[in-house]
């Protein structure tokens, strides 16, 4: 398992904490203490905790050793460059889906609460997350298989 | 849609030159292992930058190495391949025909 292989892996695992910490909090303020901005704080936690993962890779980067070995090629630049083209475009069918669901449910007449902005755009960073590291696993599975030299 | 293959003798090339790794190769060449692994199994074309680096590590021509061909034929005795428009001569090519 390479570097990029590891981050992807990280990148399907990070949504699950991404989701359920700063969820669980805001929908702890949203009903104990009826605080109608629980979303926009749910949406900071996450960007705040996701940031602190990012940091991570950079951070060791800087404290640990520099390698002597290649860890970044083309091929790996081809497969982040395609992986982030499959999460744009799962990003934006989920962002139609996300204009058009309320829109059938409630009708050309109906209204919905501006809280589901923020909440989409947290689904959103969930989906892109999701979407990047499967692309990237499914690239490294049909054309990564490690052999014996 | 034409499928075109690339065929490669990496394999071969590295126990020819004192059964080298494909670990020593990638440094040789500044890729990853997985990048040689990917390239010897045919699974992933490399650039010509990194075809022509991988042919300098085993120090012989680039079509030593890689060989070309369209359709999935195999190439014919005179070296030429199954595609008839690249075995025009040169002076064809110049004058578009």
New interface residues.
Partial sequence: MNSQTRDACLGLLLPVPLLLIPGGVAVFIAYDKGISFAPLLMFAGTVTWGGLFWLAPFMSGKIGKPKKKVSFDERDLLIHKRAVMAAYVVLWLYFVAACMIPWCIVGPHGSVSVNIMPLALLGGLIVFTLAQGLATLVQYGRGGNDGQG | MAKDDIQNQIRRLRFDHGEM???QL??KA?????????I??G??A??LP?AFRIAAAFSVPLEDVFQYHANGQPPKADGKTGDPKLNRPASAHKRGT
């Fill in positions: 790794t494909q670990q990638a440094d500044g890729v990853t292992r997985q990048t040689i692994i990917a010897e199994a699974k992933y490399p650039s990194l």
